[in-house]
């Protein structure tokens, strides 16, 4: 069992039966237990969660339905009316198990009922393990605004259990893998490179390797809990990243680290063409990049809406577009102030590229 | 100008003008302001803010329907979306000008707007002053249970003039004074008599007796801010109260102070039925609340339902409905556990009351 000193809360990383989640459920022997999944934790991690845990034998279960376009109030109401229906107090507590959707959604759930129930986050995906569940960003969307509309809240501990990451689909990992390469980029080449062996070995997990990328995220949000300066580092590949994610939510779908892979590439261009990061560097960023998370066909209508989607990123600031530029891997700035202009030219750039390519 | 030593935000009492609220502005020179405001305070109070304060020439202003029945995720949502489409950015104001409706929720909404905007309350009721705008509670109501959905959350500072007062229709101001007669009930005979003397003479406002109204909140909220213990004392008439105007909402719409108020004498009764105040000091409070707040009617089916919402209050803990108790003025008690027979036979005893004084 690995121990993250997190500010004020638990971390714990390793096999949940050798936890402290089983004595943390005693404490709350007489309070109503609520597990949320969505349907591939109901399916896959919830008959093993309460079979495991006597405590939770009566837990009522609640499901959300799977897809970006179900991260919404609408959603989190119908939740609302559920516990108030189930009679859920304010001293009972709610489990999020599932990944970054099911942990930023049941946060916000949980933190807005009745002013604030204890919660307890179990990713089960590896983008929950290593960035969602981390930092207490809680939230839903907005129509096409990604978070638009959240709370920071800490659970009252995260347990991330390794042996959940084999029920995992493909995409999933990939998605999870777009936000490690992130804590690469932002921090450390050595890191990287560890990462990049990884995910050429799928079967076995480094504990090691997720434990240096969780205490990546711990450090930089202990250190900067609402987002008042470092923790914007974070964001590197996120400013583009929300947008890609948003505007085909409808259509392509593309998951949240599939889209922070595509940001990452084009702020990396971004941060080229700003005179930032060196010709060669930019190259291997986008041949690393583009040859995993392949882009989506950019239309000059899109390319348009997209930039406009730009102007509501919730980190800009009187009107400025707010972004993370590179100077080199490791090394990563933010709070950089981009005219909309060089946005549009960068995506005017990859649709270009794609038209050369085909 | 009075300034009350409030935990983390400015909290002034005197003429706007002379406080610091045009200084705080000046340091949002560049940030977009937003006044949110309802019917009442757009034609009453809206004019005297923009002219007085050129910084506000140029502010967006949201309208909020009035009525209990608009403070809804439902009105949240509307204006999240305004917000989204005026690009309001984390850096930009929300000014909440309005009575507790508006604090609670203009305090809500900005809490959970890209994780939360700096907001601040310039209360205009006489309720929002010594109440609801002082403690950080925020919220919006699920169906008939009052503020079920909200979270905790500070504004920068809250600026109480008495000016607005005088905007105030006489429904609103018995609203208001049922707060305070709670605040002399929980903590001093004194204070009580002081308010009640008050009560006899409208038209001049003691500025003395405001400020220590708001003390009482304010030192309270202090050293309990998220209601783990002490705060919970403020809850007196609340328990009751809260289901009263959440039943009568669709029909009589009793004001949140007067369902206090009813509340209050109700939940005397239980403080001497259950032997802990004695039976003249609880005759001495029906007479005093009865004749200035009337009950409504009730009916064994509207008892019945009433009685099921009681459980559902955000107060009680494992099953058991808690209350607050006066064991005389002065005196109150929290977190008494009463059986839920307990409540059923009050309602019964006020139901019966009425038909023999009829």
Redesign the interface.
Known sequence: MKYIDAVDYKLELGRLESSSFGQLLERYS??QKIIIVDENTHENCLPFLITTFDELSKAEVIFLPAGEENKS?EIA?HV??AL?EY?I???DLIINLGGGLITDMGGFIA??????LDFIHLPTSLLGMVDASIGG?T?VN??H?K???????NPIAVFIDPVFLSTLPENELYSGFAEMLKHGFITSDNLLVRIIEQMKNKEEFSIDLLFDCIQVKNEVVKNDP?EKGERKILNFGHTIGHVIEGYFMDSLQISHGHSVAIGMVMESFLSMKVGKLNRDKYAEIEELLTSIYPLPKLTDVGIQKMTAML??D??????KILCCLLNEIGDCTYDNAIEEKIFLETFMHFKNLQINMN
Chains 1, 2 share one sequence.
């Open positions: 007489s309070s109030i109401f609302w009316e108030t009679q107090s304010r001293s933190s807005c009922y009745k002013r604030g960003k939230g907005l129509g605004f978070n638009q509309i959240g709370v920071f809240s609402f102007i509501n919730k980190k800009n600031k009187e009107g």
